[in-house]
Nanobody, 126 residues
């Protein structure tokens, strides 16, 4: 099991940038794939991006492709979500999650991530 803590959210104007962080601790060597999901009020949690920290392979949702980038630090204990040119439709609580042991696929499915952080609020408004 791993422990995940998100940070970096806030309120920004359209067109601004934010970088979210997800600090990962615990038995990190038992996981390979970490992901970002977001949940707007009254809506389901949806996939944003994922990374296999062992290979640096990434996957980004079509809805944010070209604006969002997923990466990790060199120590492989923090995942980032760089968000550029933010739009009001990006307003949501952003959660990071980890897939369980021996799961290497960059999954877009919420149910395939078993450990989650509490989330960080991102609000984009003029």
């Amino acid at each position: 099991q791993v422990h995940l803590v998100e940070s970096g959210g806030g309120t920004v104007q359209p067109g601004a940038s934010l970088r979210l962080s997800c600090a990962v601790s615990g038995r990190t060597t038992t996981t390979s794939v970490w992901g970002w999901f977001r949940q707007a009020p009254g809506k389901e949690r949806t996939f944003v991006g994922a990374i296999n920290w062992r290979t640096d392979d990434t996957l980004i949702a079509d809805s944010v492709k070209g604006r969002f980038i997923v990466s990790t630090d060199d120590a492989k204990n923090t995942m980032y979500l760089q968000m550029n040119n933010l739009e009001p439709g990006d307003t949501a609580v952003y959660h990071c999650g980890a897939r369980p042991y021996l799961r290497y696929t960059l999954s877009t499915q919420v149910e395939e991530y078993t450990d989650w952080g509490q989330g960080t609020q991102v609000t984009v408004a003029s």
